[in-house]
């Protein structure tokens, strides 16, 4: 269930206009324009003290004077006179408000001192706010303006379309093109800055709407970590995809220097990886956007990856079938009926393979496009197909009748790039219900984004009992807030539910030498220390050393690195361990995002990690299949099959150690700072981590409770 004063702010039964002009071309008299016009059902209630009435509407001196009971102000005043105006909506038992002015926080530290005592405010009255510097939203199934943007002075059609954004004109922008499209959206919702309601406050109730199918997102950042990932979550449980545009790609995150997982946290990667873990689907533009919000709202997802390309155009065949490849998706293999079944219904000088080109011919016989569709759609080899055409100015009627045909006779999903297509074909094809598309990039893109998120949904689904059981089965934090690194063997105790190589502390050469008897030969060495460590980077690290004589030389030559490269550091010691065993070397680390909170991390590892940045995130906890879905992202996860005569990896054990790591970091989380796990050596008996570097945060120490 949606937070109520959120339901008051999106779906209100009454509005007050505080600031209300009587002229409604001004921005400040278009919410009263907009609400009049297009039919708004419920109580309007301008506040002005300058007006006796505004538009033919009793106009009302203050929001006190308003004796019934309003769900939502809108507040159209200067930014100083703001505050007040919460003030008294919150004695007047107001439960929400958009307020459009600026002047906040995007002004600089004097604009930001006056958001917070705003947002203070609005606290202490017990109300919602959208915004400041929002330009409102509609809800066009209520025929709800609280808007002053220009998308609400044309037509607004109540499509199954949720949309939010974060910018208001780019927000409008991108509402504009849907419109231009012919597409519903039902919801447009701009979040401003974003103080209070949130984007993902709105998306949530968007999503509970029965009317809207899918939602629609342009994001410039995540304030609410936990809330993004519980809408997401909610739209996967819904079966509503979930489209987001998400600008700053390429923007790197605060970096920790003493991790390599910090370092390799950028505020996109997490995200990124965060959006696949929930089955988000990421558009590259606002364009692209729209495209695969176009074919989840008129076409049923297909059931698998196995796409058929029907077109009058060799070329555009051969075009289509690299783009599916790129995209993970499959060019089937028709089956000899499906073959012979093309032979019968095309010409000779046909292509009956896959991509099928009907050619020019079926201009004088639209049968051959109706059959060839029908025909591969009935392929138990293919999930879905896709349709390529160009022009066709004077075909419209008779192109329409035959998708018709099409659509009514195949149980499959298909879609359509019509490339230069008249705008009435467009216009035909949307009243049919069927996704068209400009091209055949943009098509293609928008099956794999469909196909993606079916598996992604499917994958949820059944993966749903052991999320549930992972959050339940959460161990009691360990972790002691003392901020700063902890030392290997305490940080190893901390860690014994993982696969540690044998570790042992030596403060003395001679300790060293009894620690190898101990572990076995041969044995590895490493400097100890607080403040060393990249110890590798110091030449603190010695490996596959095989007896008392070799262990005692690089004793010395260790120490004297460590004296050489930090004079001042802290020496504890070394440490010792055995030699562990393993095809293939990864990283497997834990980040406290300020976003996310604790997210892991897997990739390629070694002293390479930051060189080849092969690397997923997901926010803690993972599940095991959820640990799988990681690795199957990784550009190298070829990798872990085994090359040139080696064994695969045991991907079970791996899976478990992720989600074991992820366990631990959620248990600790807001006491956990970072942890790397570099290398893991993995192979085929197995899985076993062979260095480990444990941050805390500091803060009062509460282990035990």
Not at 105 to 120: F, H, K, Q, T, W
Request: one cysteine or more.
């Amino acid at each position: 269930m949606t937070d109520p004063a959120i339901t008051a702010l999106l779906a209100p039964r009454s509005i007050a206009i505080i600031g209300v002009s009587q002229d409604f071309n001004k921005l400040n008299g278009r919410v009263m324009k907009f609400l009049v016009e297009k039919g708004y059902p419920g109580q309007i209630y301008p506040i002005n003290p300058k007006y006796s009435d505004v538009g033919g509407w009793p106009c009302f001196p203050s929001i006190a004077a308003v004796a019934e009971e309003i769900d939502l102000a809108v507040i159209a005043v200067p930014a100083r006179d703001v505050t007040a105006q919460i003030v008294a909506c919150g004695r007047a038992g107001v439960r929400s408000a958009i307020v459009f002015s600026s002047g906040f926080g995007e002004m600089g530290a004097e604009g930001r001192a006056l958001e917070d005592e705003l947002i203070a405010t609005a606290r202490a009255a017990g109300l919602r706010l959208c915004g400041p510097n929002t330009l409102g939203l509609i809800n066009a199934f209520e025929k709800v303006y609280a808007t002053f943007t220009q998308y609400g002075m044309g037509q607004t059609l109540s499509g199954p379309v949720g949309f939010v954004s974060q910018s208001g004109a780019f927000g409008t922008a991108i509402a504009a093109l849907a419109r231009k499209r012919g597409m519903g959206l039902g919801y447009f919702i701009n979040t401003g800055n974003e103080r209070d309601v949130t984007f993902s406050d709105c998306m949530a109730h968007v999503l509970a709407d029965p009317r809207v199918m899918v939602g629609a997102g342009y994001l410039e950042g995540v304030s609410d970590g936990a809330g993004f990932a519980q809408v997401a979550a909610q739209a996967m449980d819904a079966g509503k995809p979930l489209v987001m545009t998400k600008v700053g790609r390429l923007g790197a995150g605060a970096k920790a220097a003493a991790s390599h997982t910090g370092a390799l946290a950028g505020a996109d990667a997490v995200f990124d990886g965060v959006a696949r873990q929930f089955g988000v689907i990421r558009a590259r533009n606002e364009e692209s956007m729209l495209d695969i919000v176009d074919a989840f709202a008129t076409t049923r997802p297909p059931e698998g990856p196995n796409i058929a390309i029907v077109t009058q155009s060799g070329g555009a065949g051969v075009l289509m079938s690299d783009r599916a490849e790129e995209l993970g998706l499959t060019v089937a293999e028709l089956s000899p009926a499906t073959v012979a079944r093309l032979r019968d219904v095309l010409p000779a000088f046909a292509a009956t393979g896959n991509p099928v080109d009907v050619t020019a011919q079926f201009i004088a016989d639209p049968g051959m496009l109706r059959e060839s569709v029908c025909s591969v759609l009935a392929d138990p080899g293919v999930d879905v197909a896709v349709i390529w055409l160009q022009l066709m100015e004077g075909f419209v009627d008779k192109l329409t009748q035959t998708f018709r045909e099409i659509r009514d006779t195949v149980e499959k999903p298909f879609v359509v790039a019509w490339v230069a297509a008249p705008d009435a074909g467009l216009a035909a094809l949307r009243d049919l219900g069927i996704a068209c598309f400009r091209g055949a990039d943009p098509a293609i893109e928008a099956v794999a984004a469909m196909t993606d998120w079916r598996a992604a949904q499917r994958a949820w689904a059944m993966d749903a009992s052991a999320r549930a059981a992972l959050m339940a089965d959460l161990p009691a934090p360990s972790l002691p807030c003392t901020g700063g690194v902890l030392p290997t063997m305490q940080a190893a105790a901390h860690l014994a539910a993982l696969p540690l190589v044998p570790t042992r502390l030596a403060r003395t050469a001679d300790e060293a030498v009894t620690a190898a008897q101990d572990l076995g030969w041969p044995v590895v060495l490493k400097i100890e220390s607080p403040d060393i460590l990249h110890k590798t980077e110091t030449g603190g690290v010695a490996v596959g050393l095989a007896n008392e004589t070799a262990l005692r030389a690089a004793h010395a030559q260790i120490m004297a690195n460590a004296a050489s490269h930090a004079p001042d550091a802290r020496i504890s010691g070394v440490i010792v361990q055995a030699t562990g065993r393993g095809s293939v070397e990864l990283v497997l680390g834990v980040q406290d995002d300020p976003v996310f909170g604790p997210v892991v991390m897997v990739g390629f590892g070694g002293v390479l990690v930051e060189v080849l940045s092969d690397v997923v995130f997901a926010k803690a906890p993972v599940t095991q299949a959820q640990a799988r879905a990681m690795l199957e992202r990784l550009k190298g996860r070829a990798l872990l099959d085994g090359v040139r005569g080696a064994a695969p990896v045991d991907r079970d054990a791996l899976c478990a150690l992720i989600s074991e790591v992820s366990r631990f970091a959620a248990a600790n989380a807001g006491r956990i700072a970072t942890l790397d796990l570099n290398p893991v050596l993995a192979g085929s008996e197995g899985v076993i981590a062979v260095d480990w570097l444990l941050l805390t945060h500091s803060g009062p120490d509460q282990a035990g409770v």
